[in-house]
């Protein structure tokens, strides 16, 4: 603004510094300070791809998000956690955190994922499309260039601060600078203790000790009574329960499913044939009774609030399930429990993913004599139902044990071979021989044929061996593998190879055991045959059931926390159990989509044997214990 000198009005030079005392007054002012969801409201742009609901945030869309994420803002409150479900926005309260300190309140952010490979895909999946696509952002964050060792994919700089994500797994992640805000995704999920370093949660909070204004947040969905770290977490915070009111009584509770006075908030009405109709599925308010319909959903979130248990003390604590979230149908959450309940893996699954509750484990062993009692007579070497056969390969000292499982609709399995391969693995001649099992035909009733379609052999002992037989048969899915031992690893992974990777280990494939038995365990617990059930021939011997079982799942402490270790029984060997993981992780390794098809593939194979001869079961069909010897 150019002054009025040449103005002889003395008014008019008064007036032009008032303007230019106010434009002053206005560049220096502090911005105001926005919360977070004012600022997601304002600034943050939800990427295609990223979300059903693409476009500009609206945090009103699922209100009780507003006060986790304005917790973050809120100088009097130091750590937040958040006890969740799938499917409620935890992962867009963590981007919308991420996305005010860059813009609104700059400093030191550390992100924590499960693992590396986790930190690398969101990185790349949730972090990268919000920069890019949130203009506010994407002015202070620039897309990485050349070997910009500012901002890669594990770290991010921006005006006055910086962003670096890491994984569990990885004890290098904690040791960097100081961090004023650290937030860790998906705890439950992460291995007992950073290598040697320690609890992570206590690593990274370490971080923030020098910042009188840190902030710590703990986002997860629970897993195990006893062992769930977001449930402890919870626990010591305020226990903020979200609360709606009832549109006929006006009476506030929590949408819960089994409610305090034992009875389900969920119902539906059941058909003519006396079966529940999922479509019917109402809540039934625990003051009135009104059956309320879904479409006042809505409405009861409008008058929702959040109410804690306790004084805060500086930790705010959330927990939820998914029956509030706008965008999942109570016909839906009632349709997942009644496939669920039929097994117990899968219902572990519904109560931690859908309704964000802990799950209670009852008794950690299952007798041998039990799983004996439940044998059964197939009517060929492959029963009805089976779609495809995978095999788990031991190796020990004089022999080769060997487990071949049938797989059929909803992962059922048959153990359809046990077989002892004698012969020193030093030798190739025990190899051929595994070469000549792996290769042959099985058959259904009805003649059609089956051959294995993966195997896992575990390449602890003999591993040179078991790189020479595998290596070559890669195109048929033979693979060498090696069990790692820790909480929440994947069942099967393959790890790419790297400047250091011997060629041979090259095509090693991680074989998760934990996870491996843990979903075992499960499976044995199921008692109805269907989706997860195991089928056991009644020509299986007691030492396979006894080998089988033979590791107990048992509490330990590691770093001053309980964790869950699988230990052998004394006096049991435990290769049946062992080739029985193997056999489960090459059927992982398979991928979901073959998984899925299960059920089509057994009526493929049956359809197939239409008109021919069947084959009878032989003197070593179904699951007998035979030597090496014997006839294949």
Not at 499 to 512: D, I, P, W, Y
Not at 547 to 557: D, G, M, N, P, S
């Given at each position: 603004m150019v002054p009025p000198l040449l103005a002889p009005d003395p008014e008019a030079l008064r007036t032009w510094h008032r303007v230019e005392a106010r434009l002053i007054r206005d560049a220096l002012?502090?911005?105001?300070?926005?919360?977070?969801?004012?600022?997601?409201?304002?600034?943050?742009?939800?990427?295609?791809?990223?979300?059903?609901?693409?476009?500009?945030w609206r945090t009103d869309r699922a209100p009780y998000l507003k006060e986790i994420m304005?917790?973050?803002?809120?100088?009097?409150?130091?750590?937040?956690?958040?006890?969740?479900?799938?499917?409620?926005?935890?992962?867009?309260?963590?981007?919308?955190?991420?996305?005010?300190?860059?813009?609104?309140?700059?400093?030191?952010?550390?992100?924590?994922?499960?693992?590396?490979?986790?930190?690398?895909?969101?990185?790349?999946?949730?972090?990268?499309?919000?920069?890019?696509?949130?203009?506010?952002?994407?002015?202070?964050?620039?897309?990485?260039?050349?070997?910009?060792?500012?901002?890669?994919?594990?770290?991010?700089?921006?005006?006055?601060?910086?962003?670096?994500?890491?994984?569990?797994?990885?004890?290098?992640?904690f040791r960097q600078r100081s961090r004023r805000v650290v937030l860790f995704d998906d705890v439950d999920g992460y291995p007992p203790a950073a290598g040697r370093e320690g609890d992570q949660l206590v690593l990274g909070g370490r971080r923030t000790a020098t910042f009188w204004n840190r902030k710590v947040g703990l986002f997860s969905t629970p897993t195990i009574e006893g062992f769930s770290r977001i449930d402890e977490a919870f626990r010591e915070g305020d226990r903020r329960r979200y609360?709606?009111?009832?549109?006929?009584?006006?009476?506030?509770?929590?949408?819960?499913?089994?409610?305090?006075?034992?009875?389900?908030?969920?119902?539906?009405?059941?058909?003519?044939?006396?079966?529940?109709?999922?479509?019917?599925?109402?809540?039934?308010?625990?003051?009135?009774?009104?059956?309320?319909?879904?479409?006042?959903?809505?409405?009861?979130?409008?008058?929702?609030?959040?109410?804690?248990?306790r004084p805060t003390d500086g930790v705010a604590s959330f927990e939820l399930n998914a029956l509030v979230a706008p965008w999942v149908r109570w016909s839906e959450v009632m349709r997942e429990f009644l496939d669920a309940r039929r097994s117990p893996l899968r219902l572990q699954g519904f109560v931690n993913t859908m309704l964000g509750e802990t799950w209670r484990e009852e008794g950690a062993e299952i007798e041998p004599h039990a799983l004996a009692a439940r044998v059964e007579s197939y009517e060929a070497e492959l029963p009805r139902g089976v779609g495809l056969l995978t095999a788990g390969v031991d190796v020990q000292g004089d022999r080769l044990e060997v487990g071949v499982y049938g797989w059929g609709a909803g992962e059922e399995g048959w153990l359809i071979r046990w077989a002892q391969l004698d012969g020193d693995p030093g030798h190739p001649e025990v190899w051929r021989i595994l070469d000549e099992l792996l290769l042959r035909p099985w058959r259904h009733a009805g003649g059609a044929e089956l051959r294995i379609t993966a195997a896992a052999i575990d390449s602890g002992y003999q591993t040179e061996q078991v790189y020479r037989f595998a290596e070559p048969r890669r195109g048929r899915r033979v693979h060498a593998t090696k069990g790692v031992p820790g909480r929440g690893r994947p069942l099967w992974a393959q790890p790419g190879p790297t400047k250091t990777t011997k060629a041979k280990s090259r095509h090693l494939v991680l074989v998760g055991v934990d996870s491996a038995k843990d979903l075992l365990h499960s499976r044995l617990r199921i008692g109805t045959p269907g989706p997860g059930y195991l089928h056991f021939p009644d020509t299986t011997d007691r030492v396979f059931f006894e080998q089988l079982t033979a590791e107990r799942l048992v509490t330990k402490y590691r770093a001053g926390r309980p964790v869950r270790e699988w230990t052998p029984i004394e006096g049991r060997r435990n290769e049946a159990l062992d080739v029985t993981v193997l056999a489960l992780a090459a059927l992982a390794g398979l991928g979901p989509a073959v998984i899925a098809a299960l059920s089509a593939l057994a009526e493929q194979a049956m359809a197939a044997g239409e008109g021919a001869v069947p084959m009878g079961a032989g003197a070593d069909a179904g699951g007998r214990r035979v030597r090496s010897r014997g006839v294949w």
């Amino acid at each position: 603004m150019v002054p009025p000198l040449l103005a002889p009005d003395p008014e008019a030079l008064r007036t032009w510094h008032r303007v230019e005392a106010r434009l002053i007054r206005d560049a220096l002012a502090p911005r105001p300070r926005l919360s977070v969801s004012e600022w997601a409201d304002r600034y943050r742009v939800v990427s295609e791809g990223t979300s059903t609901e693409a476009g500009e945030w609206r945090t009103d869309r699922a209100p009780y998000l507003k006060e986790i994420m304005d917790a973050f803002s809120d100088p009097a409150i130091w750590k937040v956690v958040f006890k969740k479900p799938a499917q409620v926005g935890g992962t867009e309260v963590i981007n919308n955190v991420i996305g005010y300190h860059i813009d609104q309140d700059p400093c030191a952010i550390l992100v924590v994922q499960v693992s590396l490979e986790e930190a690398k895909k969101w990185s790349k999946e949730k972090l990268a499309p919000m920069l890019r696509d949130s203009p506010r952002l994407a002015a202070k964050v620039q897309e990485p260039r050349g070997r910009d060792p500012d901002n890669t994919l594990l770290s991010k700089s921006f005006p006055g601060g910086h962003l670096g994500i890491t994984g569990a797994n990885a004890p290098s992640g904690f040791r960097q600078r100081s961090r004023r805000v650290v937030l860790f995704d998906d705890v439950d999920g992460y291995p007992p203790a950073a290598g040697r370093e320690g609890d992570q949660l206590v690593l990274g909070g370490r971080r923030t000790a020098t910042f009188w204004n840190r902030k710590v947040g703990l986002f997860s969905t629970p897993t195990i009574e006893g062992f769930s770290r977001i449930d402890e977490a919870f626990r010591e915070g305020d226990r903020r329960r979200y609360l709606l009111p009832c549109p006929a009584c006006g009476h506030e509770q929590q949408l819960l499913w089994l409610r305090p006075d034992g009875g389900y908030g969920l119902v539906c009405e059941r058909d003519a044939a006396g079966d529940p109709v999922p479509a019917s599925a109402r809540y039934a308010c625990i003051a009135c009774g009104t059956l309320i319909p879904e479409t006042e959903k809505r409405r009861m979130l409008k008058g929702a609030r959040w109410l804690a248990e306790r004084p805060t003390d500086g930790v705010a604590s959330f927990e939820l399930n998914a029956l509030v979230a706008p965008w999942v149908r109570w016909s839906e959450v009632m349709r997942e429990f009644l496939d669920a309940r039929r097994s117990p893996l899968r219902l572990q699954g519904f109560v931690n993913t859908m309704l964000g509750e802990t799950w209670r484990e009852e008794g950690a062993e299952i007798e041998p004599h039990a799983l004996a009692a439940r044998v059964e007579s197939y009517e060929a070497e492959l029963p009805r139902g089976v779609g495809l056969l995978t095999a788990g390969v031991d190796v020990q000292g004089d022999r080769l044990e060997v487990g071949v499982y049938g797989w059929g609709a909803g992962e059922e399995g048959w153990l359809i071979r046990w077989a002892q391969l004698d012969g020193d693995p030093g030798h190739p001649e025990v190899w051929r021989i595994l070469d000549e099992l792996l290769l042959r035909p099985w058959r259904h009733a009805g003649g059609a044929e089956l051959r294995i379609t993966a195997a896992a052999i575990d390449s602890g002992y003999q591993t040179e061996q078991v790189y020479r037989f595998a290596e070559p048969r890669r195109g048929r899915r033979v693979h060498a593998t090696k069990g790692v031992p820790g909480r929440g690893r994947p069942l099967w992974a393959q790890p790419g190879p790297t400047k250091t990777t011997k060629a041979k280990s090259r095509h090693l494939v991680l074989v998760g055991v934990d996870s491996a038995k843990d979903l075992l365990h499960s499976r044995l617990r199921i008692g109805t045959p269907g989706p997860g059930y195991l089928h056991f021939p009644d020509t299986t011997d007691r030492v396979f059931f006894e080998q089988l079982t033979a590791e107990r799942l048992v509490t330990k402490y590691r770093a001053g926390r309980p964790v869950r270790e699988w230990t052998p029984i004394e006096g049991r060997r435990n290769e049946a159990l062992d080739v029985t993981v193997l056999a489960l992780a090459a059927l992982a390794g398979l991928g979901p989509a073959v998984i899925a098809a299960l059920s089509a593939l057994a009526e493929q194979a049956m359809a197939a044997g239409e008109g021919a001869v069947p084959m009878g079961a032989g003197a070593d069909a179904g699951g007998r214990r035979v030597r090496s010897r014997g006839v294949w």
